[in-house]
């Protein structure tokens, strides 16, 4: 299958400071990516996406970039708070209608 | 508007038995696809469908099958039930392809 990893699977930050998750892929013909937060006992929550025609997309909060060169993307946060702390996963697709190839997660922690 | 509902929340299994999963997507969903979430794997795709016909299919053994009906409602069976199949089964929906995905918040099964 497809090889989609994380360099961290725990992060530890400060309330209040900007995080940065990061996330390797392996197939160059993925164009299409997806970050989901979970929380304990729940499903996957969508956060943001990002297509390979672009560098950069920012939402809420939230800024994912896309490094197609070294097949790389991460997930900055900014002003992290309590409610940030879930495990993050990145997806990857390649144009194959909704199947997704999850990363293994990196697990944010917010210390108030 | 209600969300991605999967029946039941928890479940044992003995070996050998078989097991049905359900899931309703978001109303006008009509793409569904279910996910295998252990510790271990992490995430994995098993299927999706789309209009009652699947359109994608994982790496996963002919023990897993599933299927789509008019309403879009899903169901997946797992036959002959081994220890390894304990995992989160998640369910997710969506409006169109390559589009936010909606997740359940999964049914726990446990085989014993």
């Known amino acids: 299958g497809e090889s989609v990893g994380l360099h961290l699977p725990t992060l530890s930050v400060q309330e209040g400071d900007n995080s940065i998750i990061n996330c390797a892929y392996s197939?160059?013909?993925?164009?299409?990516f997806i970050w989901y937060k979970q929380e304990s006992g729940k499903g996957p929550q969508f956060i943001i996406d990002i297509r390979s025609n672009m560098d950069k997309r920012q939402g809420q909060r939230v800024t994912v970039l896309l490094n197609k060169t070294v097949k790389h993307l991460s997930l900055q946060i900014a002003a992290t708070q309590p409610g940030d702390s879930a495990v993050y996963f990145c997806a990857e697709n390649k144009n194959n209608f909704n199947k997704f190839y999850f990363g293994s997660g990196t697990k944010l922690n917010v210390k108030p | 508007k209600a969300g991605v509902t999967q029946t039941p929340r928890y479940l044992i299994k003995t070996r050998g038995q078989q097991v049905t999963l359900s899931c309703s997507p978001i109303?006008?969903?009509?793409?569904v696809s279910w996910y295998q979430q252990t510790p271990g794997q992490g995430l994995q795709f098993l299927f999706e469908?789309?209009?009652?016909?699947?359109?994608n299919k994982g790496n996963f053994p002919g023990r897993f099958s599933g299927r789509q009906f008019s309403n879009s409602r899903s169901e997946m069976n797992v036959s002959t039930l081994e220890l390894g199949d304990s995992a989160l089964y998640l369910c997710?929906?969506?409006?169109?392809?390559?589009?936010?995905?909606?997740f359940g918040q999964g049914t726990r099964l446990t085989v014993v």
């Open positions: 997710a929906s969506s409006l169109g392809d390559r589009a936010e995905a909606f």
């Open positions: 109303s006008g969903h009509r793409s």
């Open positions: 469908y789309f209009s009652e016909t699947q359109r």
């Open positions: 197939n160059s013909a993925s164009d299409y």
